[in-house]
Nanobody
Framework: QVQLVESGGGLVQAGGSLRLSCAAS????????MGWFRQAPGKEREFVSG????????SYADSVKGRFTISRDNARNTIFLQMNALKPEDTAVYYC????????????????????WGLGTQVTVSS
């Protein structure tokens, strides 16, 4: 079993920054492709960003390109999401997902492609 714990959410004004972290345990971290998703009230969970096992490949939703940066530290079993120039529409619960089954060099952009999830961290951006 893979356990994921997100942290770093909070309340920030529009234009501000936050850095989310997701710590993983219970499995060999370098065998996992990882991703960030978010879910706003009344909306479906949507892909934000993903990273392959090495950190060399990344993917972003169009809505966050140029503002968000995903990275991973395999020595610390942790991924990060640096979020800059935040907008009110970024307000959501942000979830970290791990993909255990399948090629860990492939980034999957659908939530069904992930096998494990954290409990989420709330990000609120005020206007």
């Amino acid at each position: 079993q893979v356990q994921l714990v997100e942290s770093g959410g909070g309340l920030v004004q529009a234009g501000g920054s936050l850095r989310l972290s997701c710590a993983a345990s219970g499995y060999t971290f370098t065998n996992l492709a990882m991703g960030w998703f978010r879910q706003a009230p009344g909306k479906e969970r949507e892909f934000v960003s993903g990273v392959d096992w090495s950190g060399a490949r990344t993917s972003y939703a169009d809505s966050v390109k140029g503002r968000f940066t995903i990275s991973r530290d395999n020595a610390r079993n942790t991924i990060f999401l640096q979020m800059n120039a935040l907008k009110p529409e970024d307000t959501a619960v942000y979830y970290c997902g791990a993909r255990r089954f399948g090629d860990s060099s492939v980034i999957v952009t659908t939530w069904e492609g992930y096998d494990y999830w954290g409990l989420g961290t709330q990000v609120t951006v005020s206007s």
